[in-house]
């Protein structure tokens, strides 16, 4: 299957990439790449529940893998990837649970700094929410997710 979604956040990673390339100031020099503004996943999250029509469950203060979690939904995805006409039946092909947990599944909160390519010159912003409402967007109507 030929995946045309694109990757809202290698974007950002690719434009701060050639600016670090071609800007002689930034030449050998590490940096952070996030999308440029601060948030908190404990907002995010009410917000992606309700783009989805769901209600979010929050966090407890316990770290529930997604792994674990979607480790028995095989079938469940099938039946939904039925009903609602997805093109992609195996939720294994879909989803990458393991990434995801690497990505959130730690026991802390992460703040980032994009400080230094700033002071540097590198101003490229795009806002978390609108990459994922974006994303979504796009993932529905190419038929992927309901």
């Not at 990757?7 to 999308?35: D, K």
């Not at 209600?55 to 979607?70: K, Q, R, S, Y």
């Not at 095989?74 to 995801?100: C, F, I, Q, V």
Request: charged residues 20%.
């Amino acid at each position: 299957m030929e995946w045309t979604v694109g990757c809202n956040r290698c974007r950002i990673l690719a434009e701060q990439l050639i600016w670090a390339a071609t800007t002689e100031a930034a030449h050998n020099q590490a940096f952070n790449i996030t999308n440029g503004e601060v948030f908190r996943w404990n907002w995010l999250w009410y917000q992606l529940a309700a783009w989805f029509g769901v209600e979010a469950a929050g966090f407890d203060g316990t770290i529930h893998p997604l792994e674990v979690e979607l480790a028995n939904d095989g079938p469940l995805w099938k039946e939904m990837a039925a009903k609602y006409h997805l093109k992609e039946p195996d939720l294994n092909r879909l989803a990458s649970a393991w990434h995801t947990d690497l990505d959130l599944g730690r026991p802390i909160e992460v703040m980032t700094d994009m400080s230094k390519s700033r002071q540097l010159g590198f101003l490229v912003y795009q806002d978390t929410r609108a990459s994922f409402f974006d994303l979504f967007a796009q993932l529905r109507q190419e038929q992927l997710i309901p």
